[in-house]
């Protein structure tokens, strides 16, 4: 094909050359000819690094999955890199022939590698090129740091059905990541702090003091008064209603029938009124809701509220995490402070939950990191009124939250979030100004795209993680 084109544009040059006004003619072929081949040098080109952009991605592969069997300490570097990249590449790209090179860091604390090739051109052959060199480089470092990390996930009721098992399948593959490298195992620690309207911080600290809960109780009460029994229905139909999920509209159908009473007769009924705990934490008032400090003031329990999963405080034990992910419901509305608030003391050391170390503790010669990760799929339906959150000041629970996540930013704490199928710009945008930066703010419109933030995430958190 491209001889038969490089034929035919010799032969138009020729025609032209012999024309009367050959200058011009010879000019526009040569010119013509030139057009042709830039625009085949831009076709190799684009190949080229696509070539490139793949090679990368199994470069960094082979590193991250040669950087796992370091435990072997006999291991054949490149002959497990090598069989590691060859396992992804395609030969459909045309390169069968890479060179891949692995060694480790010259402190001993990760590897590097390089990959080379060379890319077969189709139309700058004709110009005397008849390949384009390609290279990647990768590094990779392993575990050398301590880190304690919290997962503050949405569980609210619009989270129901098929979001919420594309959550508990990202935020159990950020936990596979983070613990890949076996040293993992001793230098991360990870807790898990579901949240609503509410946290529900454990029925099992009831009687701490960092909490304010009164006994379950139970009353008898009689309520009397004029009551009319139903002697008759007429008109029974199907009508379709309204109802709200966490703020997002959904219609659903239910019997209406027009009813016949008889004459008002009066009556007493005996109730029973029963005031229990499930564990859910209301806010102390502000400013105290958006401080993990004086904790002389208790935290509020209330009563007769549902809540969803319990805190997972800090722990080690992917198996024991992956569990408590697999456990997580959807039910209640959404108020972003609380799972901010509650997220923000399991990285403290203070009560109410002390697994953390000190800020700023030095471990190994290097400073713990402390990040947590926020994901929500909604507005803040809910706001306080102290204690419990039951007004619908979308602008006073937004400010809470923004200034909540200056708070723990100021701790030197490490803020990613997560905005899941959110339709409001306004809370995308307070959510990215949570984020320690922009590029800590991920946008997610579906699981595919969740997962991929998560993914994202998790190569940051890991021991083992690429190097810039």
Same mark, same amino acid.
């Given at each position: 094909?491209?001889?038969?084109?490089?034929?035919?544009?010799?032969?138009?040059?020729?025609?032209?050359?012999?024309?009367?006004?050959?200058?011009?003619?010879?000019?526009?072929?040569?010119?013509?000819?030139?057009?042709?081949?830039?625009?085949?040098? =831009?076709?190799?080109?684009?190949?080229?690094?696509?070539?490139?952009?793949?090679?990368?991605?199994?470069?960094?592969?082979?590193?991250?999955?040669?950087?796992?069997?370091?435990?072997?300490?006999?291991?054949?570097?490149?002959?497990?890199?090598?069989?590691?990249?060859?396992?992804?590449?395609?030969?459909?790209?045309?390169?069968?022939?890479?060179?891949?090179?692995?060694?480790?860091?010259?402190?001993?604390?990760?590897?590097?590698?390089?990959?080379?090739?060379?890319?077969?051109?189709?139309?700058?052959?004709?110009?005397?090129?008849?390949?384009?060199?390609?290279?990647?480089?990768?590094?990779?470092?392993?575990?050398?740091?301590?880190?304690?990390?919290?997962?503050?996930?949405?569980?609210?009721?619009?989270?129901?059905?098929?979001?919420?098992?594309?959550?508990?399948?990202?935020?159990?593959?950020?936990?596979? #990541?983070?613990? #890949?490298?076996?040293?993992?195992?001793?230098?991360?620690?990870?807790?898990?702090?579901?949240?609503?309207?509410?946290?529900?911080?454990?029925?099992?600290?009831?009687?701490?003091?960092?909490?304010?809960?009164?006994?379950?109780?139970?009353?008898?009460?009689?309520? *009397?008064?004029?009551?009319?029994?139903?002697?008759?229905?007429?008109? *029974?139909?199907?009508?379709?209603?309204?109802?709200?999920?966490?703020?997002?509209?959904?219609?659903?159908?239910?019997?209406? *029938?027009?009813?016949?009473?008889?004459?008002?007769?009066?009556?007493?009924?005996?109730?029973?009124?029963?005031?229990?705990?499930?564990?859910?934490?209301?806010?102390?008032?502000?400013?105290?809701?958006?401080?993990?400090?004086?904790?002389?003031?208790?935290?509020?329990?209330?009563?007769?509220?549902? *809540?969803? =999963?319990?805190?997972?405080?800090?722990?080690?034990?992917?198996? =024991?995490?992956?569990?408590?992910?697999?456990?997580?419901?959807?039910?209640?509305?959404?108020?972003?402070?609380?799972?901010?608030?509650?997220?923000?003391?399991?990285?403290?050391?203070?009560?109410?939950?002390?697994?953390?170390?000190?800020?700023?503790?030095?471990?190994?010669? %290097? !400073?713990?990191?402390?990040?947590?990760?926020?994901?929500?799929?909604?507005?803040?339906?809910?706001?306080?009124?102290?204690?419990?959150?039951?007004?619908?000041?979308?602008?006073?629970?937004?400010?809470?939250?923004?200034?909540?996540? #200056?708070?723990?930013?100021?701790?030197?704490?490490?803020?990613?979030?997560?905005?899941?199928?959110?339709?409001?710009?306004?809370?995308?945008?307070?959510?990215?100004?949570?984020?320690?930066?922009?590029?800590?703010?991920?946008?997610?419109?579906?699981?595919? !795209?969740?997962?991929?933030?998560?993914?994202?995430?998790? %190569?940051?958190?890991?021991?083992?993680?690429?190097? !810039?």
């Amino acid at each position: 094909m491209h001889s038969s084109l490089l034929g035919y544009v010799r032969q138009r040059t020729a025609h032209f050359a012999a024309d009367r006004n050959g200058a011009v003619a010879v000019i526009f072929g040569l010119s013509l000819m030139v057009l042709l081949v830039a625009a085949g040098a =831009a076709i190799d080109f684009t190949r080229a690094v696509s070539v490139k952009t793949q090679m990368q991605n199994d470069l960094d592969a082979a590193v991250l999955g040669t950087a796992v069997e370091l435990r072997d300490a006999n291991i054949d570097l490149n002959a497990v890199g090598k069989r590691f990249f060859t396992t992804n590449w395609r030969t459909e790209h045309g390169v069968d022939k890479v060179e891949v090179n692995l060694a480790k860091t010259a402190n001993n604390d990760g590897i590097t590698a390089t990959a080379t090739a060379k890319v077969d051109t189709l139309l700058m052959r004709l110009l005397g090129m008849s390949t384009i060199d390609i290279n990647a480089q990768s590094k990779v470092l392993t575990a050398s740091q301590h880190a304690e990390i919290a997962l503050v996930l949405d569980t609210t009721g619009s989270m129901a059905g098929a979001k919420l098992d594309a959550l508990k399948n990202a935020a159990k593959a950020l936990v596979e #990541t983070v613990y #890949t490298d076996p040293k993992a195992a001793d230098m991360i620690n990870v807790s898990i702090v579901p949240f609503a309207q509410y946290v529900n911080v454990g029925i099992g600290n009831r009687n701490q003091a960092w909490m304010s809960v009164p006994a379950d109780s139970s009353t008898v009460q009689q309520s *009397c008064g004029n009551y009319s029994d139903v002697i008759g229905t007429s008109n *029974c139909r199907m009508e379709t209603f309204t109802g709200y999920n966490d703020g997002t509209p959904y219609t659903y159908q239910s019997q209406v *029938c027009d009813y016949q009473y008889g004459p008002p007769v009066y009556k007493c009924f005996d109730y029973t009124e029963t005031y229990t705990w499930s564990g859910c934490a209301g806010s102390r008032d502000y400013p105290l809701d958006t401080r993990d400090e004086t904790w002389s003031v208790p935290v509020p329990g209330i009563m007769n509220a549902a *809540c969803g =999963a319990p805190v997972t405080p800090l722990v080690n034990d992917k198996t =024991a995490l992956n569990s408590q992910i697999d456990d997580l419901i959807a039910v209640g509305e959404t108020y972003i402070p609380a799972g901010l608030f509650w997220g923000w003391t399991t990285l403290s050391k203070d009560a109410p939950y002390p697994e953390a170390h000190d800020y700023g503790e030095v471990i190994d010669g %290097k !400073e713990v990191r402390k990040i947590l990760v926020l994901m929500t799929d909604g507005v803040n339906t809910l706001s306080p009124t102290y204690p419990s959150h039951n007004r619908t000041d979308t602008a006073q629970s937004n400010a809470l939250t923004a200034e909540l996540c #200056t708070n723990i930013k100021g701790k030197g704490i490490t803020i990613y979030t997560v905005a899941f199928d959110v339709a409001d710009n306004a809370t995308k945008n307070m959510l990215e100004s949570c984020a320690t930066s922009s590029a800590d703010f991920f946008d997610a419109s579906g699981a595919a !795209e969740l997962k991929v933030a998560f993914e994202s995430i998790a %190569k940051n958190l890991s021991p083992l993680r690429l190097s !810039e």
